[in-house]
T-cell receptor, first 116, second 114 residues
Framework: SQTIHQWPATLVQPVGSPLSLECTVE??????LYWYRQAAGRGLQLLFY??????ISSEVPQNLSASRPQDRQFILSSKKLLLSDSGFYLC???????????????FGSGTRLTVV | AQSVSQHNHHVILSEAASLELGCNYS??????LFWYVQYPGQHLQLLLK??????LVKGIKGFEAEFIKSKFSFNLRKPSVQWSDTAEYFC????????????FGAGTRLAVHP
């Protein structure tokens, strides 16, 4: 069965420090991968999506970047965190339409990042 | 730009009251539609989804939603809410493309009082 792993679950980082959040998917190949952020009192905002290795699209200009070094690995990074980067970060995957996606998204358990 | 609007940010109901949460989207092509729920301290869970066919979709826990294409709407309903329905509800739309970008509304916080 397909599963998605996301870590760490919580993270407290000082302003100006680097960030690396990792997400891996099991049980499927060539998934579409996504990073979302849920800020307090706001909805979920799509940050990045990827339809293949090395293919990253950014939805919102920001202090973050994403990479997909392997088919089922998606990494969210920052060189220098800002206070405004605090939030709840969710990784998700989906099956592309040409493989008959019918199951929507599967979300990871999320990482709560607090920048202090 | 493609967007999803949820009209009610906070809803307070008493148990047994009926619920309707509005959702409208701005996209003229084929879409797939979803409602997700996030209970306090828990992960996002899929309530229901619409891909094609009958526009009245039934989901888990007695929820249903109706897709009205002419109104670009996908409202969520439940005839009688329970205290355990207290949660945040998110409408989401995927404009049909190879990217499958799930675009969320801002969410509606529902509080059900006993």
């Amino acid at each position: 069965s397909q599963t998605i792993h996301q870590w760490p679950a919580t993270l407290v980082q000082p302003v100006g420090s680097p960030l690396s959040l990792e997400c891996t998917v099991e049980g499927t190949s060539n998934p579409n991968l996504y990073w979302y952020r849920q800020a307090a009192g706001r909805g979920l905002q799509l940050l990045f999506y990827s339809v293949g290795i090395g293919q990253i699209s950014s939805e919102v200009p920001q202090n973050l970047s994403a990479s997909r070094p392997q088919d089922r690995q998606f990494i969210l990074s920052s060189k220098k965190l800002l206070l405004s980067d605090s939030g709840f970060y969710l990784c998700a995957w989906s099956v592309p339409p040409d493989r008959g996606w019918k199951y929507g998204y599967t979300f990871g358990s999320g990482t709560r990042l607090t920048v202090v | 730009a493609q967007s999803v609007s949820q009209h009610n940010h906070h809803v307070i109901l008493s148990e047994a009251a009926s619920l309707e949460l509005g959702c409208n989207y701005s996209y003229g092509g084929t879409v797939n539609l979803f409602w997700y729920v996030q209970y306090p301290g828990q992960h996002l869970q899929l309530l229901l989804k619409y891909f094609s066919g009958d526009p009245l979709v039934k989901g888990i826990k007695g929820f249903e939603a109706e897709f009205i294409k002419s109104k670009f709407s996908f409202n969520l309903r439940k005839p009688s809410v329970q205290w355990s329905d207290t949660a945040e509800y998110f409408c989401a739309v995927v404009p049909w493309s190879g990217y499958n970008k799930l675009i969320f509304g801002a969410g509606t916080r529902l509080a059900v009082h006993p």
